[in-house]
């Protein structure tokens, strides 16, 4: 796809700060002068549409690239502002630290007669920038639009601060796949989610989002009139997530899935124990029943270490036995299957493709919702207390 | 799988995924064919693909040559290979699909073919937990429709067989092919099946678009205001093909365009622009002003037809500066044939808010651009400040609601031009759906398919639609009958078709938009 792109740098006058009003003037003068044709020299109209403000914190340069890489794909779909935050690492500073940068891109060839475009501003932070990054937030959102943040790495969340910065928005997207300590960093989520509620911003986190086709296949196999007995029966659920060589083990997807069940049918905890691969989590539903509830790992690539690979549930009810198996498959995994058997037959198979594997499309769905997901905090207020009690197993 | 209970699923709740329909199978008669081949299967792989589609879900594809279950299977294969927008094929979700699939060998006017049906149902209820839950779509020549529901319904199979379970049936267009017909067929289907299980499928009109109009008027308040015969001058329907008739001449000769796109496609439009604002965004609510909006067309006498009516056929020409044949020299087409492949029409909406606003409305083959477009042309101001050289080539207000390519709106105004003196220029405002949203329009035939299993109708036509668009195509087609044949053909293809059109819309003060 042919682009049309023209871009401007603003060097950093030493000794100031970001100027968010050269930056603004910069890209209206951008606008001004940029080329109306394409490479053929016919006349495009660029058409610049605006839905939201998305800024992009990124810890470090190769972080940032990937963010790049990401945003120039969305950009055919994505006629909004991007503004890239970079931390600059301590020792690249001196004269070769970046100002900002303003560019204005556009794709030809999506539409026959218009090239949507967008701003994407990009601008070299100093590392340890919490305390200045409300003050760039808020001048630099469009007017009257949701203006998202997506932190991409660790967020600090706890440091006070944070909550300034995700204030400074409408929605705060984290994820708690990239957590440092993925498990005492669920409770300061739910922590921050707290202080959150009743203020105008959102906290959402891209893994939980990633449960989705899991949620999905799960409410499925129940949906079906013949297998709906075994949900209230179910005796033993093994999740098995992927684990890349020596790093910790993360197990957020887990208990946020876990969390959501147990939410919805109001199961309770009752004890836990510790087992050579991962732990396991004894909940009693509704009637009392216990169900055993396994966290396993299993050696895998880094691209999905954390991420579920495969969930099993077991059901027993007088006479009558089922397993259901939900495993990703298919090209790039990026499908999800569903076998359920009895001890003489297979029952059903059942497979979809979801988007949602995707990071670029889990994006997008993100910047589609604003509305808080009772769901989640549902999920979270439970795989919080559940954290706090493998935490021991984790650390 | 025995036990069925009908416990409601917590976990259903909340959850961010579309609704998903009931387990039910679909039978397709023609299975064979090309409309299968080319939309439906594509269009139900992809919704399975996309998990849309609920667990059990099953074909039964009807037709006469003869197929075992693994054949069908295999040549579906190469169908979705071939047309679906999902490449390459996932083996894990064509699997699961592809056991779904059956196929059934008979002449529909089989008598005993229809129990063999029934039982082949029952037994994928059974094995695949479908509850009883069918659709038959007619995918057959239309000469066909009335056979099949007589059989279905002498086999007991256009009833549901419980009160969970639910039979529904899609009808394929043409429907009819004038009012008569058309009240015919209607008859013919509800003496088997009840209005409220018939789905009159026209696939042009997608959801997407309907809802994007419907969102545009009844969503916003700065427009519903001026959407009346006080500001409005004019609007325009364009639907314009650079294609021609491709290979289905024998099916044209018979149709035309008046038949072919404007009955359904273009009163559609029409219909959706007109509405007053539905009290619920439903199938009925929605339908019901729809329908008002067609009944008020301002009747037209045969012996008028030309004050507001004319047609035009194709001669050869060139398109993207390929020479390309006239319409007489296509296949299967006559070579004095006097069908249209043109027509442009005037309307008037005889109510309250469209009283002497007249509705151009236009369609041809071999035009010069594929094009579907509704402008509404706004009133010039009272008062004409700007004159002269300040004010030359500045276009009255527009607001064009685009729907292909490029789905999207835009509105024209005036502004000033930057500089010491007073220049007035048009400049256009406008966004498009695709790339302000992040999405792509599901496919027509998805979203149709979809919302029959869902059991939503709005974008069928009920019957009493069908029928009030038919009455004043009809009357068109009797003027024309009336007359001595045109003198066609009367444009060159690659042209905005005959002079006469432009005559026509030039008599009101008007010109069309070269959209
Ligand atoms: N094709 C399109 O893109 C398209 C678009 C819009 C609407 N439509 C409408 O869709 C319908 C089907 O169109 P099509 O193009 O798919 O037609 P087609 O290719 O001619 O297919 C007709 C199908 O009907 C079967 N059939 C015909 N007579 C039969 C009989 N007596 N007993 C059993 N099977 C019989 C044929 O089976 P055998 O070949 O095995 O005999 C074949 O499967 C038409 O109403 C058309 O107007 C089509």
């Given amino acids: ?395 | 799988m025995t036990r069925a209970t009908t416990l409601l699923n917590p976990l259903r709740e909340g959850l961010r995924l579309e609704r998903i329909p009931d387990p039910c199978v679909m039978v397709i008669f023609g299975a064979s064919g090309d409309l299968t081949r080319r939309k439906l299967i594509p269009a139900l792989y992809n919704l399975a693909y996309d998990g849309l589609l609920p667990p059990g879900f099953s074909i039964v594809g009807y037709a006469r040559r003869a197929m075992a279950d693994d054949e069908f299977r295999a040549s579906m294969r190469k169908a979705v290979e071939r047309f679906s927008r999902r490449q390459p094929i996932d083996e894990d979700v064509w699997q699961t699909f592809a056991r779904g699939l059956f196929y059934l060998e008979a002449d529909f006017s089989e008598v005993r073919a229809y129990d063999r049906l029934g039982e082949l149902l029952e037994r994928i209820d059974r094995e695949r937990g479908t509850g009883g839950n069918r659709i038959f779509y007619l995918a057959t020549p239309p000469d066909a429709y009335e056979l099949i529901v007589e059989r279905l319904g002498e086999a007991g199979l256009s009833h549901p067989s419980d009160r969970n379970s639910w039979v529904r049936l899609i009808v394929e267009k043409p429907f009819g092919r004038d009012l008569q017909s058309a009240i015919e067929l209607n008859e013919h289907l509800l003496r088997f099946f009840q209005e409220e299980q018939i789905y009159r499928i026209d696939h042009y009109l997608g959801k997407e678009t309907v809802q994007n109009i419907l969102a545009l008027r009844f969503a916003n308040t700065i427009f519903e205001p001026i959407w009346n015969r006080n500001y409005i001058d004019h609007v325009q329907i364009t639907v314009a093909e650079s294609i021609g008739i491709e290979e289905r001449g024998g099916y044209y000769e018979r149709a035309g365009a008046l038949r072919d796109m404007v009955q359904n496609h273009m009163l559609q439009l029409l219909s959706v622009i007109a509405m007053e604002p539905p009290i619920a965004f439903e199938a009925d609510p929605v339908r019901d002003e729809k329908v008002k909006a067609l009944r008020a067309i301002r009747p037209i006498r045969p012996e008028e037809v030309d004050a507001i009516a004319v047609r035009g056929q194709y001669g050869p020409g060139f398109i993207g500066g390929q020479p390309v044949p006239g319409y007489r020299e296509e296949p299967k087409v006559d070579p004095n044939s006097q069908t249209e492949t043109y027509v442009a029409l005037k309307l008037f909406i005889d109510n309250w808010r469209w009283a002497d606003v007249p509705f151009y409305v236009r369609t041809g083959k071999r035009l010069p651009r594929r094009v579907t477009e509704i402008a509404l042309q706004f009133k010039q101001v009272p008062h004409r400040l700007f004159t002269g050289p300040a004010a030359a080539g500045l276009e009255p207000n527009t607001l064009v609601i685009r729907i292909q390519p490029d789905e999207g709106v835009s509105l024209n105004i005036a502004a000033k031009a930057p500089g010491p003196r007073v220049r007035l220029r048009t400049v256009s405002m406008g966004f498009l759906y695709g790339t302000s949203f992040l999405v792509q329009a599901p496919d027509a035939y998805e979203r149709l398919l979809l919302d029959c299993m869902l059991g939503d109708s709005t974008l069928f036509t009920r019957r009493d639609e069908t029928e009030a668009a038919w009455l004043p195509i009809t009357r068109i087609l009797q003027g024309w009958a009336e007359q001595p044949p045109p003198r066609f053909p009367n444009y060159d293809a690659g042209t905005w078709g005959p002079a006469e059109a432009d005559d026509f819309i030039a008599r009101d003060g008007r010109r069309w938009r070269r959209p």
């Fill in chain 1, 1 to 395: 796809m042919a682009e049309l792109q023209t871009r401007r740098l603003l060097p950093r006058v030493e000794g100031t700060t970001i100027d968010v009003d050269a930056i603004e003037r910069e890209l209206a003068d951008l606008w001004r002068s940029s080329g109306r044709f394409d490479a053929r020299g016919v006349e495009v109209a660029l058409s610049r549409t605006s839905v939201l403000t998305l800024f992009v914190y990124t810890i470090d340069s190769a972080r940032a690239e990937q963010a790049k890489e990401l945003i120039d794909q969305l950009s055919s779909e994505h006629p909004s502002r991007v503004v890239l935050l970079t931390a600059m690492d301590q020792k690249a500073s001196g004269p070769e630290q970046p100002g900002a940068e303003v560019s204005i891109q556009c794709k030809l060839g999506v539409a026959e007669r218009y090239a949507p475009c967008y701003e994407q501003i990009t601008i070299g932070m100093p590392a340890n920038a919490l305390d200045l990054l409300p003050s760039l937030l808020i001048p630099l959102a469009l007017p009257d639009l949701p203006s998202f943040l997506w932190w991409m790495g660790p967020p600090p969340l706890d440091d006070r601060r944070f909550l300034r910065v995700a204030r400074a928005v409408d929605r705060v997207i984290v994820d708690s796949l990239d957590f440092t300590r993925p498990v005492h960093d669920l409770v300061l989520t739910r922590r921050l989610y707290n202080q959150l509620r009743g203020q105008d911003t959102v906290l959402s986190d891209l893994n939980w989002a990633r449960i989705t086709p899991w949620q999905e296949m799960t409410a499925r196999i129940f949906d079906v009139p013949q297998s709906r007995w075994a949900l209230d029966a179910l005796t033993d659920v093994w999740v098995v997530s992927g684990r890349f060589e020596h790093w910790p083990a993360n197990p957020s997807q887990a208990l946020l899935y876990l969390g959501w069940m147990a939410s919805r049918l109001g199961w309770e905890f009752d004890d836990a124990m510790s087992r050579p691969e991962g732990c396991c989590l004894c909940m009693k539903d509704a009637a009392g029943q216990r169900i055993e509830w396994n966290i396993c790992f299993e050696p895998y690539a880094a691209r999905l270490h954390g991420h579920l690979l495969s969930v099993r549930f077991q059901a027993r009810q007088g006479g009558e036995q089922a397993t259901f198996t939900i495993a990703r498959g298919g090209l790039e995994r990026g499908t999800v299957k569903l076998r359920a058997q009895n001890e003489q037959q297979v029952l059903l198979e059942y497979a979809f493709h979801h988007a949602l594997f995707d990071l670029r499309r889990l994006l997008v769905r993100e910047l589609q919702t604003l509305a808080a997901d009772p769901l989640y905090e549902a999920a979270l207020r439970e795989a919080e207390g559940l954290a706090s009690l493998v935490e021991q197993w984790f650390a």
